[in-house]
């Protein structure tokens, strides 16, 4: 592999291995040593990468406090605290949800419904903006201190820029900020509705982040906010197996399988990193 510290293709396997068995090299052109892990998010870490990764994806995905995480991975052997639990989730779930925006791209659909709803940070309300498509696929999210033009153009830029197309309506909840910036980011052809009514489908889709979220008691930072209600967001579409509204579920054997593949192929992707 080649060197992380002067990119060169010149090195050498040494037959020694890190106390948690990765392979070692030696650079011929600077004369380093390094592992399979130097220059990585996963350097000097003390524990293997798979399950630092497995903690963080379950850490986003149910409803497990820090301190239940450290005692379940206790009965498998690896010893650590509650607070380097909140660590690996500062430093890793950042690259998950980098990683699964990256596969979404260009694949949102024509028909946006955006809308926003309250999450508690330090004590005051924030406004998290999301946006699903037609068919509950999500379009973005992001997190807000105000609710005011220019989140809104901000979230819109953002949903442009992940879906690569401008869709061809947009059905919101009547905030005055929203028309303009409507036009304003996506342009005067788009159509704006106005309906409450129409925006249902949004409404019952925040239950995922609300029900993740309230066993929480809150946020103690904006930012910790904002990387875990995105993070949570990305897994989220990203093991969603109906393909639309409406539409059956495959049976129960069929949505297995593809569970564990799906979460093969993303260990398999944020591990190389």
């Known amino acids: 592999m080649p060197c992380p510290h002067c990119s060169s293709a010149t090195t050498s396997s040494l037959s020694r291995i890190t106390q948690l068995g990765y392979r070692m090299f030696r650079c011929r052109n600077c004369r380093r040593t390094f592992n399979e892990r130097t220059g990585t998010p996963f350097n000097y870490l003390e524990y293997p990468s798979d399950i630092v990764l497995l903690v963080v994806l379950w850490r986003v995905r149910y409803k497990l406090s820090l301190r239940d995480l450290a005692e379940m991975f206790l009965e498998r052997g690896f010893e ?35 809308d926003e709803t309250y999450i508690k940070v330090g004590g005051v309300w924030k406004y998290l903006y999301r946006a699903i498509d037609r068919d509950g696929n999500l379009v ?14 901000r979230f819109f830029k953002g949903a442009l820029e992940i879906a690569e197309q401008v869709p061809k309506r947009v059905t919101t909840d009547g905030h005055d900020s929203y028309p303009r910036a409507i036009r304003e980011t ?52 990203y093991f969603r197996l109906r393909p639309g509204m409406g539409q059956p579920l495959p049976p129960l054997s069929e949505q297995r399988r593809e569970h564990c593949a799906r979460w093969q192929a993303l260990m398999s992707e944020l591990m190389a990193a």
């Open 186 to 237: 996506l342009g005067n052809e788009v159509l704006h509705r106005c309906n409450p009514y129409l925006n249902n489908r949004l409404e019952q889709d925040h239950r995922g982040i609300k029900q993740r979220y309230y066993p929480m008691r809150g946020f103690g930072s904006f930012d910790a906010a904002s990387r875990f209600c995105r993070a949570f967001d990305e897994q989220r579409q």
């Open 140 to 153: 973005d999210s992001m997190l807000s201190e105000h609710r005011d033009m220019e989140a809104a153009k």
């Open 80 to 114: 650590f605290t509650h607070e380097t639990v909140r660590e690996w989730e500062t430093r890793f779930a950042q690259l998950l949800s980098d990683k699964l925006r990256a596969k979404r791209k260009g694949h949102a659909g024509c028909s946006w419904h955006t």
